[in-house]
């Protein structure tokens, strides 16, 4: 149902703007008859606003995968660097969730591994509203932080590293089939900041899929069955992540081009010493304003990103 509305949606806002050039058309023809010249400057100005939305909705053409329209399971995980990398974690999270918050889809914390000293080593959110994992797909990858150390007593300039994964968050009704002899479950005592046990009972739950080798943990619920059934869907979404970047790598390959899906795989560069630049690696989209970028508005770097996949 939730499918036939959104359908029914998209039709009629393509009538709606049909409607709109059809009557700009109809008006044009009397205000040139009339020499209304006040008219003609509020058509003009409706047809500006008619173009835009025209732009906006072509952009969305481009965002026709299978699970474009779904929300999305966003995970980051501290790489090299130490105490920055996990204090680049925290910094990622706040931004991706203040870039939520500004285009309107919701957030939801799902598991969060707090590091020793600051930060995060690891932190996995559910981003949900229409077209999360269309626009999410675009941040997949390395993310590189240079900057002047708070952790550092000497002040000094060090480089930290993030590794950013997108996967969909998959339905119910599609089948991800896992096998139960798969997979390893152990649980655990949920933990806090510190590693300070926070309950006496063992609630949080570590899934291992063995064939693969992923690794899925949740502590952020109530029980354990609950966190059990959380570890579980992102699981499965990692399992289709995986399955479409076989696809992916396949197709490149077939294409001549290629593609390292590891580590080396940096994306983007955060420098904020010795000046301040953010540059995606992909597309050469930057900016110098790293504040705003940090602060959610990162909407550019998507978009960059998204219209390279055109014909892909």
Known sequence: ????????????LWQALERRVT???ELLELAEADEDEALIDGIEAEA???EAELGRQEFYLILSGPHDRD??????????????????VAILMRMYLR????????????DALRGQEAGYKSVTIAVRGTFAYGYLKAERGVHRLVRLSPFDEAHRRHTSFVLVEVMPEISDDIEIEINPDDIK????????????????????VRVIHEPTGIVVQCQNERSQSQNKDVALKILRGKLYDLEQQKLEEEQARLKGKHISAGWG??????????????KDLRTGYETGNSAAVLDGD???FIDAYLQTTIGD
């Open 1 to 12: 149902m939730q499918d036939l509305s959104d359908l029914k949606g998209e039709v009629e």
């Open 23 to 25: 009557d700009g058309l």
């Open 48 to 50: 500006a606003k008619v």
């Open 71 to 88: 929300p999305a399971i966003l995970g980051l995980h501290a790489g090299a660097g130490g105490t920055d990398a996990q204090d680049f």
């Open 99 to 110: 870039w939520a918050e500004q285009e309107g889809f919701k957030t939801e914390i799902l």
């Open 185 to 204: 479950i152990d649980v655990y005592k949920a933990s806090g900041a510190g590693g300070q046990h926070v309950q006496k009972n063992s609630t949080a």
């Open 265 to 278: 795989n940096q994306i983007r560069s955060y420098v904020l010493h010795p000046y301040h630049m953010i």
């Open 298 to 300: 990162i909407q550019g």
